[in-house]
């Protein structure tokens, strides 16, 4: 699987969007962007993936570039309860078992 | 809830006993994980199961760890002898898989099971 490179930490205020980038330039073509986060103390939470074109869900959308090696996850309006730890993960998708490799991540911070 | 449940959420037991924790996968899932975590650390892979075949393990699976899926449901991680660097979450994740080339294989993961062991 491609390494993943994302900013220990950023912050955000409550309201804002928040911009989290990710590196991604060994990238293959077969392989899928995925987003997950993790709030304090629980289980990863699955937001998107992708592959090439942006994606959007009720959670957040995903920017990739054209070169694909670097994506961006947008939360449109940060509140309080998205401050967590957001990992970006490349992994190939449906060809035969592939595990999440997680990094550090990119702590989040949602002020008042 | 249909979600990934896990049993119990929080142990502590003494060094040198066994302990055993389940996992419940979303319902229909036929792939399941098991992932560990340490403090300030991403999760790191241990094994996982397609039905009831456990197909893959880590080198971080030491022989004091068993996982099995009897039934191609649900799961358990059993740790015998239990050390100090054990403690950890526990993770499970759940997936469906169709066939090669077809859907993206998303894992979805449980609330963990906290160890902690004195």
């Known amino acids: 699987d491609a390494k993943t490179t994302q900013p220990p930490s950023m912050d955000c205020a409550e309201g804002r969007a928040a911009n989290l980038p990710c590196n991604h330039s060994t990238i293959s073509g077969n392989e899928y962007v995925y987003w997950y986060r993790q709030i304090h103390s629980q289980g990863p939470q699955y937001i998107i993936h992708g592959l090439k074109n942006n994606e959007t869900n009720e959670m957040a959308s995903l920017i990739i570039t054209e070169d694909r090696k670097s994506s961006t996850l947008i939360l449109p309006h940060a509140t309080l309860r998205d401050t967590a730890v957001y990992y970006c993960?490349?992994?190939?998708?449906?060809?035969?078992?592939?595990?999440?490799?997680f990094g550090t991540g990119t702590r989040l911070l949602v002020s008042p | 809830d249909t979600g990934v449940s896990q049993n119990p959420r929080h142990k502590i037991t003494k060094r040198g006993q066994n302990v055993t924790f389940r996992c419940d996968p979303i319902s229909e899932h036929n792939r399941l994980y098991w992932y560990r975590q340490t403090l300030g650390q991403g999760p790191e892979f241990l094994t996982y199961?397609?039905?009831?075949?456990?197909?893959?393990k880590s080198r971080l699976l030491s022989d004091r760890f068993s996982a099995e899926r009897p039934k191609g449901s649900f799961s358990t991680l059993e740790i015998q002898r239990t050390e100090q660097g054990d403690s950890a979450m526990y993770l499970c994740?759940?997936?469906?898989?169709?066939?090669?080339?077809?859907?993206?294989?998303?894992?979805?993961f449980g609330p963990g099971t906290r160890l902690t062991v004195l």
């Open positions: 199961f397609q039905n009831e075949a456990q197909l893959e």
């Open positions: 994740a759940s997936s469906f898989f169709l066939r090669e080339g077809r859907g993206t294989d998303t894992q979805y």
């Open positions: 993960i490349v992994r190939v998708a449906s060809t035969g078992f592939q595990k999440l490799v």
